[in-house]
């Protein structure tokens, strides 16, 4: 199985920032793409980050030009750094992989459990 656990979440002021971080770890054959989603109550869960094994990255509108995510495939991490928050950035961000547990078995998604993010006015 793997286990994606994320750090870094917290408060923050309008216009701070701060560095999500998420490491895989268990045993598993290959990570694939992975990201940031990010949910808050009564909402769907959204994407706000995508990176692939190459390095290619996708961003939601709303994120664009304000966060930046990176990966670093020896240490099986990725990052969210995420600058001039706003308050509208609050919400519990989940780490997402696609994942291989074996080279017979097909990709499966793999979530974290969740960091809080709020960003105060």
């Known amino acids: 199985q793997v286990q994606l656990v994320e750090s870094g979440g917290g408060l923050v002021q309008s216009g701070g920032s701060l560095r999500l971080a998420c490491a895989a770890s268990g045993n598993f054959f290959r990570l694939f793409a992975m990201g940031w989603y990010r949910q808050v109550p009564g909402k769907e869960r959204d994407l706000v980050a995508n990176i692939s094994m190459g390095g290619i990255v996708d961003y939601s509108d709303d994120v664009k030009s304000r966060f930046t995510i990176s990966r670093d495939n020896a240490a099986n991490t990725i990052y969210l750094q995420m600058n001039s928050l706003k308050p509208e950035d609050t919400a519990v961000y989940y780490c997402?992989?696609?994942?291989?547990?074996?080279?017979?078995?097909?990709?499966?998604?793999?979530w974290g459990t969740g960091t809080l993010v709020t960003v105060s006015s």
């Open positions: 997402h992989a696609r994942v291989a547990l074996t080279n017979r078995q097909p990709i499966r998604d793999a």
